[in-house]
């Protein structure tokens, strides 16, 4: 068999090694055209076709695989701590005035020091908009 048949399959090793510390699906097209190339060139093809029989199958390949990439890749992690309370709803329990920098809620039965844009008033129900520090940044439910 011919120098460049191992060669191709040595380097079908590489992108599959490379692709098993990449879960994008990328690299596998790059293994199957590799493997093509080498049966390229182990039937006696030229230089120049396998080639062609690499980048072809690899090209035509990458884009068939995203929707199974996609399906494959694990979805970016859960908000936890203080991000998951963003778009959460609470319970006005000390009087929120911007003006003295005062105000408390509940929000899922914990209690947070809170801010927002306008005087909210104990009772009236609030959406966690974004988490600064140690306080919550809220606008008033309708």
Request: hydrophobic fraction near 50%.
């Amino acid at each position: 068999m011919p120098t460049i048949f191992w060669l191709w399959l040595a380097a079908a090793v590489i992108f599959l090694i490379i692709e098993i510390g990449t879960p994008s699906l990328v690299f596998a097209c790059f293994v199957v055209g590799s493997i093509g190339a080498a049966v390229t060139s182990w039937l006696g093809g030229s230089y120049l076709i396998q080639l062609a029989v690499f980048a072809g199958i690899s090209i035509i390949l990458i884009p068939a695989t995203r929707p199974l990439a996609r399906k494959v890749t694990k979805p970016s992690p859960q908000p936890t701590n203080v991000d998951a309370m963003i778009g959460k709803s609470g319970v006005v329990l000390e009087k929120i005035d911007p003006g003295t920098d005062s105000g408390q809620v509940r929000v899922e039965g914990q209690v947070w020091r809170a801010k927002a844009n306008e005087i909210i008033n104990e009772g009236a129900k609030i959406k966690v908009l974004s988490v600064i520090g140690a306080r919550l940044n809220v606008v008033k439910e309708d």
